[in-house]
């Protein structure tokens, strides 16, 4: 496949990476971890660690220079419309309730990070850092990427858990929330400084990232709110193709300004208008086709740039390796539960969400793949930094199952949503269990209470036992970036 057209290993290649993904997801969601780990782990698994070393024939085959070259642009257009659905979903709304413990929280789990990863960063410097890397950028790199949270993958493991709609899920998001709006402003500090050649060409990117992001609120987004007002009977392929080039230019703009071409899809995503029906049903249609087809291809070339056989013959590089995870964890986990302490929540709580914000998942792949493009680490200290990555998401679970232990959280029917004032509240006394845990999906359809086989309405007054015909039911997809409710329309009357 190494001919002079890359199209036919192209062919070959891209099914592969996708099934091998979407079956790494499925065996790992059953084991009880987020489908990403099992994306990451067969990322890794197709790259030089396991398939370049056990048979190398086979990936010169599978991934030969100009299909990988290929594989890498077009995992980077899903990465682009990832970070775009991240700034449309990431909703600051959670912090009403939670405001202050999630603002000591998040900063906490920020400030920790930052401190002991650039301990961290000066002692690795003389060792890892590439030739003409400067201190500062390497160190301000590895602190930033001690911080950051997987704002999506939380959510899916909320969801899983059953905690989407209690006060720790709340709190969770709305810490999440601020710590990923500010992780990225520090990473674009980060990337602008490591772009820049001197102080002055750091000056004049800042000045006109802050333009970029003024003219996207102020100009931009009163611009797509009138839009979206009256794209109601608009298409819906005319719709995409506005939001689509919409992130483009956006992604071209921080490109060509400095502070790279992410930042500015995240940035679209953010003065993207909510609520519009048509803007829903597109951002729907853009996360089906990307995130299943396009970001596999983004995880294997991460894997085809994660080596661990450069570390498997140094018990020293080992050692490093096992520094990098303890100070993410320690920075991460000991950050924010101290920081939920001090904001008064008990340990128990306080532990769920160290646990919780030490959950980092694909997002830390996107720093870390940044980091590598701009030269500002090597692929040493990049393995090493997606080993911890891959064990910290993976922990995230397993941490929290034994925090939370004694917890019977009972999740909704399946395919089912419960509404908003719809739960248990109304059909069993107060306090009696948690959330869902009525008479919904107990029994057959229509029945009464549980196991009286009685018809509807039999124990529970008609006011309390809803409407006949409920409105549409939001469908929430929390999957790597799907936190945001769709609208699902009624099925017909079979």
Known sequence: MSGRDPLPGLLVAIPVVILACQAGALVFRRLGQPPVVGEITLGIVLGPSLLGWVWPAAQSWLFPGPVAEFLGAFGSIGLLAFMFLAGLELDLGALRGHRRVAITVSQASIVLPLVLGSLLALAMFPVFAPPGVGRMPFVLFLAVSMSVTAFPVLARVLSDRGLSGTRMGSLAMACAAVDDVSAWCLLAAVAAVSTSGSPAQALTTAVLAAVFLA????????????????????????????????????????????????????????????????????????????????????????????????????????????????????????????????????????????????????????????????????????????????????????????????????????????????????????????????????????????????????????????????????????????????????????
């Open 215 to 494: 003219v996207m609120a102020g100009v931009l987004r009163p611009l797509l709110a009138r839009w979206a007002g009256r794209a109601g009977g608009a298409a819906d392929g005319a719709v995409l193709v506005v939001l689509f080039s919409g992130l483009c230019l956006s992604a071209l703009a921080t490109d060509r300004i400095g502070v790279h071409a992410l930042f500015g899809a995240f940035v679209f995503g953010l003065v993207t208008p909510r609520g519009s029906r048509a803007v829903e049903r597109c951002t729907a249609r853009l996360r089906a086709f990307c995130v299943p087809v396009l970001l596999p291809l983004f995880f294997v070339s991460t894997g085809l740039h994660t080596d661990v056989s450069l570390l498997a013959g140094d018990p020293v590089q080992w050692l490093w390796a096992l520094a990098v995870l303890g100070v993410a964890v320690l920075g991460k986990w000991g950050g924010s539960t101290g920081g939920a302490r001090l904001a008064g929540q008990s340990w128990r709580d306080s532990l769920s969400l160290g646990a919780l914000m030490n959950c980092r998942g694909l997002t830390e792949l996107v720093v870390l793949n940044l980091g590598l493009e701009l030269g500002v680490i090597g692929p040493g200290l990049f393995t090493m930094l997606v080993l911890m990555a891959l064990v910290t998401t993976a922990l995230t679970s397993p941490a929290l199952s034994w925090i939370r232990r004694g917890d019977t959280p009972a999740p909704p029917p399946a395919g089912t949503p419960t509404p908003a004032g719809n739960s248990s509240a109304g059909n069993s006394p107060a306090g009696s269990g948690p959330v869902g845990s009525g008479p919904v999906g107990s029994g057959p359809v229509g029945s009464g209470p549980v196991g009286s086989g009685a018809p509807v309405g039999a124990g529970t007054p008609a006011s309390a036992a809803g409407p006949a015909n409920p409105p549409p039911e939001p469908d929430r997809d929390p999957e790597r970036g799907g936190g945001r409710e769709q609208v699902r329309e009624p099925a017909p009357a079979r």
